[in-house]
């Protein structure tokens, strides 16, 4: 009974370790790839002249959609911002997806709408339309706004695809704030395509809370005063500078972010739309991958570092939670829908690594961690626990976590610098301290969360209450 | 929820360091015996490496028997070491950067004004060389280059003139020059890219060199900068292009050849180039500056091999819209079995005569959504019969719906085809 | 004689502000179009240059804000690029007296700025 239960206890021993070590390792390697590949990008486009794009016709078109749900508090500054992007030919859709709220009033006054009779292809299937809107005024010749029945975001993205005329569409987040110049960021590898198709390219998401704005857009870059919002910029800080930019190096990119992503837009419809699930987002750029591979066609998609679109964080654990929840929930959904892929050399490196890696350490890694942590307290129960090991395990696992930290934000400073105070710095490594030891048991537990929720049947998006941004 | 998280983690929290303590405290009832012995062990030792003494007591002492513990210390401390030179080190940037983007600023304020005076007062050319003469860091001159090439770009005429003169004089383009030979390849680009802009040829035996480099990026630069710095013979490397020529260096190239005012050759000359990426550029530029004595070669493209090719002649010959090419376009839309139909139909709108009017009529009965409404938009561009046929059409009852909204789509006037 | 430069080009303001001072122009310069609103509302002006792509509010909107929302008639003068024809015709119709391409000599800019402010005297 006694050497059952010790080979057991053997087996729980090794295989913690040898995926702790795993993680580690993989993280080391993907710290690496990353500073090789920012560099490369940095040293690529220092001198480039984006300004050539706005200055010449053979820059291609482009579709801005914008799904919109009970936006009603900044719909009007963020269509104002929008239309102000610094590119020469683009149209912006915005979606209204049955608001509850004043959105459809606000704008229509605002911008002099006036329905029009609009023939709508309906390659992909949404719900009912209730009427296509456009200025009555020269100025807002860009604009069309569709009033459509809820139908939740993806359904608001495709009636936008369906509308759109040209043959690259940004999908953005009507709430989030984007750079300038990103249009223009955005569409440089499109026209840098030669043999293989670029399908995607996505930006680096940055945190918008405590910034000062003015009629949607930064005027001065903060870094936000409360704690989880902080810890979440650290966060963002790893997973795009380092996280995705190693991806996008190795060609496994799986996920833009549903906030600013450009897509081609006739294979986008092909491989049709997207599709209805809480991770919309990561669900397309796998299916499109797919699309492609299963077409034999080559292709990337790329992935831009430069920090071109700002949106606000979840200030509460609340909420935060309810997000993370989703996010887990949208993974989960995403490998299930597509676990064809899993380790099947046909999809090259995204069957190969990019969706294992998720598989194993963006779903399983927290699994694993909280079924250590039981396992843990089993052992703490039954007193087979050699308390200094363990002691030097936790400084290992921490300083690690800190040292990686360290390097995020050291990326961070050799390439956008977008914190300028010095004081800001500072906060954030008191954050990475804190980090590990308050916040991430509390993100696995959501993750955890997201798990049961998910196997549960429970879908949905969860009330996102925003608190809009502040005037000033 | 939120405040019972908090309580259950102060709990755990306090209960894993109680426990700790307990848990030392009882180790060191057992283990004394133990560390008596490596104690002893230590003082036979040499005093120079107490550190790393020390470091294996430590993992023999406390730990279980096991020789990897050495190794995580050792490893705890390099991140340990990590973290702590990195935060130095960002800091020490920090400062760095600061100061520099302050000088930065500070003497591209005044040098602006310096040369505001030179360019719009009286002051002349000597007098402000004397002036410039202490611009003799590299870091000075870069900036007073960027000063001159951000005016240059932005000012034609005698100013322009004025601002080249004032950039040879201060032999800034001798360090535009030296850029040239610097072994970091984006140096390279940067010198090239300021002589070309300052029109200064002092470089180009360089930049000849350059143009056979391994680096991609380079070799395209020093192309464009040799279509602007050696007039004569502009355009010959669109003969010799042998890799695609992506979309992103043809808008550059536009660029060049418009803010340049360089003489536009006759681009019918590149459309039977092997390379399908020049034919396609000389499309667009066809497109662009309507160079309509090319039609009938366009015409013979619409039967190239290429299909980006046939996209894009179709396209050209729809953009020109001269009504002779109509019947070409007609003939190829019902001989291809296409990807290609809605697109055509679309060039012939605007092109559209009264004679082809029963045409289109026949296309709206077609079942596919672009068809029908650049069928549409051809009817509506051949002015007043077309508006006429189509209320006709939107009158009768028994119209197909699809074809009714078709219509009443074309006839709003806020939609933009 | 008040001339308001809206433009975000630091450098570029700078020329351009001095070149019509020197012409014996008052010359208020703006970074951006939200000043540049904000001026125009708080300040009376004989002409605004204004460029075209800007942040905040871009030329159009700008062009928009003073007829439609303020309703001032002074003459307006749109800055653009190369390749923005478009632009041009479209502010043109939004209410802008002239425009000018960058790259411009300074000289004509002066020239056309007289000739507006003239025409708005009669």
Redesign the interface.
Known sequence: MNETLFIIEKIFNSFFLIFSIVIFLTYIIMAIISAIALFEYIQKNRSVDY?VL????FTPSISVIAPAFNEGKSIIENT?AL??L?Y?DFEIIIVNDGSTDDSFDKIVKAYDLIKVDYYVNMRLKTKNIRGIYKST???F?KLTFIDKENGGKFDALNAGINVSKNDLFVAIDVDSIIE?DALLKLVKPFTEETDKKIIATGGVIRIVNDCEI??G?IVKINLPKKIWTKIQVLEYTRAFLMGRMAWSKLDGLLLISGALGMFNREIVIESGGYADTVGEDMELIVRIRRYMVEQNQKYKVEYIPDPLCWTEAPENLKILGRQRNRWARGTIDTLRIHKKIFFNKKYGKMGMLGYPYWFFFEWLASLFEALGLMYLIVLIVLDRVNWNFLFLMFIFVYSFAIAFSSWALLYEELTFRKYKRKTDLLKLYLTALIEPIIYHPISVFFSLKGNIDYFRGKTGWGEMKKTGFKKK | MQNKLKYIILLLLLLFVFSLILKAKNNDNIETTDSTYYSIAIHDNYYEIESENFLTELANKTLPKNKYNIVFIFIIIIFIITIISVVIFIYSFKLFIAGIDFRKKML??DY??Y??EY???DTSIDEISVIFSNVNTKFRKNILIG?LI??Y????????KNIQILYKKLKLDIHSEEKLSSKMWNIKLLGMKELSIMQAKRGNKKILKILNSKNDILRKESQLVLVKLLPFVPFAFLDALEKPFSLWEQINIY?LI??ENIEQPEYSLWLNSKNNSVVIFALRMIMDLRQIDSINTIVLLLKHKDSEVRKYAIITLGKIGDFSTAKHLIKMYETEHCIFKPLIIKSLSKMSEPKNIEFFVSLLSCNHYEIRLQSCYAIKNIGRIGLVKLNEILNIENTDKEIKKSILHVLDKLNIN | MKILICED????L??IS??LN?DGYEITSAKN??IASEMIISQDFDLVITDH??????G??L??MIRQEFKKTMPIIMLS????E??VV?AL??GADDYIT???????LSIRIQKLIIKNQK
């Not at chain 1, 706005?54 to 016709?57: D, E």
């Not at chain 2, 770009?153 to 322009?160: C, L, W």
């Not at chain 3, 690029?81 to 923005?84: H, K």
Request: charged share 25%; hydrophobic share 30%.
């Open positions: 300004s706005l200055s010449s016709p104002r239309l102000s610094y020469n005024n020269k100025s010749q300038s003015i009629d857009q | 591209k304020s602006t004004d040369i505001n360019l719009f007062a000063v951000e005016l770009m932005n000012f034609t005429g005698d100013t322009q660029n418009i803010n | 080009d630091e450098i570029m700078k020329a001095f070149k020197r179009g939200k792509l800007m942040p905040y509010i871009n159009f909107e062009i928009n690029r190369i390749g923005q478009e632009s479209e119709k939004a960058k790259p411009f000599s300074p000289n004509e």
